[in-house]
C-alpha cells in the first residue's frame, strides 16, 4: 500500500473515532477513566499521522489550527480534517518528495564531506550509489523501461534522444556512471577526486531538474543500498 493510502486510511479511522469521543463528552463519561484513556490513545495516534505528514510544529497549519482550537483533541481533529481535504489535492505527494529529495541531499552532503575529508573511497560509492538511483528515476519518469538497459550508454543515449538531456549533461552522466561502475565492481581505489565532484555535483543537479513524485518507501531503499556499497567499499 502507498504512503498516500495508508495515511489516508488511518485518518479516516481517527475522524470516525473522534465522533465517539466527542458522542461520550456530550453525554457525561468525560470523568471515566476509560475515556480519559480512550482520548489519551487518539491524540497520541492523532499526533503520530500528523507528524508524519506535519514534522514542524511552527508551520502555519498548525499555528492556525491552535489558535481556534481549544483543547488538543479539537486542535487534531481540525489538523486531520485539513489533511484530508488536502490529499486529494496532492499534497502527500508533495510530502514524499520533500522527504526524498532531502534523503538524497544529506547522503550527497555527506559524500562531499568525505571527498573534501581525502576518502574518496567512501565519498565515490555513495556518489555512485545516489547517482544510479537518480538516473534510473529519470529514465522512467521519461518513460523509458529498464529492460535490456545497461546503466551507461544506452539509458543516456535514449535521455539525449528525447530531449532529456542535453549533449552537455550527457558527458556529465558518462562521468557519474564511471564512478558508479567502479563502486559497484568494488574498484573503490581506483575513483579519480575530480570525477567523484562531478558525480556530486551532477547528481544535484539531476534532484532539482527532474525530481516530482516520489515514494518514501524509495528512501529505505536507498539508505540499504548506500550502506552496503560502504561498507565493501
Not at 30 to 53: G, T
Not at 144 to 150: A, C, D, L, T, V
Not at 193 to 209: C, N, P
Request: charged share 30%.
Amino acid at each position: 500500500m502507498a504512503f498516500k493510502e495508508i495515511i489516508t486510511e488511518r485518518i479516516e479511522k481517527l475522524l470516525k473515532e473522534v465522533e465517539s469521543l466527542k458522542k461520550g463528552s456530550e453525554h457525561g463519561q468525560v470523568r471515566s477513566e476509560e475515556y480519559q484513556q480512550q482520548c489519551a490513545k487518539w491524540i497520541y495516534e492523532a499526533e503520530r499521522v500528523v507528524n508524519l505528514v506535519e514534522p514542524d510544529p511552527e508551520n502555519r497549519r498548525r499555528k492556525v489550527a491552535k489558535e481556534y482550537t481549544e483543547g488538543p483533541i479539537d486542535y487534531y481533529n481540525n489538523l486531520l480534517y485539513g489533511l484530508r481535504f488536502d490529499i486529494g489535492f496532492g499534497y502527500i505527494s508533495t510530502i514524499s518528495e520533500r522527504a526524498y529529495r532531502k534523503a538524497l541531499d544529506n547522503f550527497l552532503d555527506y559524500a562531499k564531506v568525505h571527498l573534501i575529508e581525502g576518502n574518496i573511497r567512501v565519498s565515490g560509492a555513495i556518489a555512485g550509489v545516489v547517482f544510479e538511483d537518480c538516473l534510473r528515476r529519470v529514465s522512467s519518469k521519461a518513460g523509458i523501461y529498464e529492460e535490456g538497459h545497461k546503466l551507461g550508454s544506452l539509458l543516456i543515449r535514449d535521455l539525449v534522444s528525447l530531449h532529456k538531456f542535453s549533449e552537455t549533461k550527457a558527458r556529465l552522466a558518462r562521468i557519474a556512471v564511471q564512478v558508479r561502475t567502479k563502486a559497484i565492481l568494488t574498484q573503490c581505489d581506483g575513483f579519480n577526486e575530480k570525477e567523484v565532484g562531478v558525480a556530486i555535483d551532477f547528481t544535484r543537479e539531476l534532484i532539482s531538474d527532474y525530481f516530482d513524485t516520489v515514494t518514501m518507501f524509495a528512501c529505505g531503499q536507498l539508505r540499504i543500498a548506500v550502506t552496503e556499497v560502504v561498507r565493501v567499499c
